[in-house]
């Protein structure tokens, strides 16, 4: 590997086993500086009717399910979109979570007054007969447990799992200064990413269930110790389950704190430490973020950092501070807008917005094939000819109904059996072909002699007019 942990016999053990360890010195952070919401930021926490979020939601439709566990989860969460077109997640809790409406409102009225960018804020809620949900901002790119256990294109760089933690840990100090310092089951699916891919905070974990009292849903090889003697949760308890999420970003895998203790003391790091990692850190980067995540998962609580100390110590191993999240995550341009920017004709294809092409079309200065209505009337008198006419008829009827399948259908039997080559039709079932999600047959009928022609000739009217 590209790190040996030289250093780790003296960072993760020993005098701090016994003695409570050398306490990390504060952070002197302004949290307004670090915590501030934009002037764009979130609204007010609102209540929302039953019938708007079953609107937001298609019925609570089991397309929109997003939550861990699907529909078979106690809590189902959902993905929605109100009425302005904001994007919405939707905690539905089970019936008999909160019997009590008015407890359920004051808990999230609480947590809906808390605006921070590094979470993923509660936006509203909803408290009508027995159901009870919640109402947060959308993130759109997954949870950290995808990106980090179930990668597809590339593993999570180290810079960026440095960013995670950061991010989680203002985050919790956020929350604490704020009187909110109980965050119940942190795990990698409470962390998400939004659209620009920056980690989040989910703010569901700051609400507790009042009917079973549960915590913690994930196994009980995870769960803080004094957990399992009192059944509690505690600050201190939070901070262990902190630990074990550096644990995750460390390894790539989730690995049961215990077990992870076990291999420090016996230093065999390089079964800890995720192998698409090798050269991207040093020793000493590799050393502070082990005895950090060791100090974490102290047995004993009060030997736990708090929120604060954890930004202290993260904030010196930060990495790449000034590239994008986006970036660090394998994406070049997180909505493609800034590396390809838009003409009119491609915003109105983005939209399929038909009524706009047609305009666009028509400024500048692109009409049917002249001649071909003259051509095809002398050519009615045969069966052949008709047949031909009709399909293409059939194929601009459909196109303009946004009947994609049935126009491509119609072009095409105008195409084989017609006589006479069109730039409109093989420009027309392009269109279709685009909109019907088959990119290599637009292409192809956009790369016709002709209908190539016409595109690089509309393509230079609509940049000339753009110009004037």
């Not at 959902?78 to 997640?89: A, D, V």
């Not at 109402?135 to 597809?152: C, G, I, P, Q, R």
């Not at 049961?256 to 016996?266: E, F, K, Q």
Request: hydrophobic residues 35%; proline residues 5%; contains cysteine.
């Amino acid at each position: 590997m590209g790190c040996k942990f030289s250093k780790y016999s003296t960072c993760c053990w020993g005098s701090e086993q016994g003695g409570g360890g050398v306490q990390v010195p504060e952070a002197n952070i302004d949290e307004n500086e670090n915590n501030n919401v934009e002037d764009n930021g979130p609204p007010s926490f609102r209540e929302y009717t039953v019938d708007q979020l079953r609107k937001a939601t298609s019925g609570f439709a089991v397309d929109n399910i997003v939550s861990e566990h699907g529909e078979k989860a106690p809590n189902v969460v959902f993905k929605g979109k109100l009425e302005n077109q904001t994007r919405i997640t939707i905690k539905r809790f089970n019936k008999s979570a909160w019997p009590d409406a008015h407890q359920f409102l004051e808990e999230a009225k609480a947590v809906g007054q808390l605006r921070s960018p590094k979470l993923a804020n509660l936006l509203g809620c909803c408290s009508e007969g027995d159901e009870r949900l919640l109402v947060s901002e959308y993130m759109s790119n997954d949870t950290l447990a995808k990106h980090l256990f179930h990668w597809e294109t590339q593993p999570m760089k180290w810079a960026m799992r440095l960013r995670v933690a950061l991010h989680l840990a203002q985050a919790l100090e956020y929350c604490t200064n704020k009187g909110r310092a109980l965050y119940h089951d942190l795990n990698a699916y409470r962390v998400l990413f939004d659209d620009d891919f920056n980690p989040k905070l989910s703010c569901f974990g700051l609400m507790k269930n009042s009917r079973d009292g549960k915590s913690y849903s994930t196994n009980l090889a995870f769960t803080p110790p004094e957990y399992l003697r009192t059944g509690r949760v505690t600050p201190e308890s939070v901070t262990y389950s902190f630990g074990t999420l550096l644990l995750d970003l460390l390894s790539g895998k989730h690995i049961p704190p215990s077990h992870a203790l076990d291999l420090i003391r016996d230093r065999n790091l390089e079964s800890l430490t995720d192998s698409c990692l090798e050269g991207q850190f040093s020793d000493d980067e590799g050393t502070e973020l082990v005895r950090l995540a060791s100090r974490c998962l102290q047995s004993e609580p009060r030997e736990r950092p708090n929120p604060k100390s954890l930004v202290t110590a993260l904030i010196p191993l930060q990495k790449d501070s000034e590239v994008p999240s986006h970036v660090l995550m394998g994406i070049p341009d997180a909505d493609g807008s800034a590396a390809f920017p838009l003409t009119p004709l491609g915003e109105a294809c983005l939209r399929r917005d038909l009524t706009s092409l047609h305009e666009v079309l028509e400024k500048i200065g692109y009409k049917d094939d002249e001649g071909a209505a003259t051509e095809l009337s002398f050519q009615m008198w045969t069966n052949q000819m008709q047949q031909t006419l009709d399909s293409k008829k059939k194929g601009d009827a459909a196109f303009r109904q946004k009947d994609f399948k049935n126009a491509i259908d119609g072009y095409t039997q105008f195409i084989e059996v017609g006589s006479m080559t069109s730039p409109t039709i093989f420009a027309r079932r392009s269109l279709s072909y685009l909109f019907s999600n088959m990119p290599n047959e637009a292409l192809g009928d956009a790369m016709q002699n002709d209908a190539q022609v016409a595109l690089k000739e509309g393509s230079s009217l609509e940049t000339n007019k753009s110009t004037n």
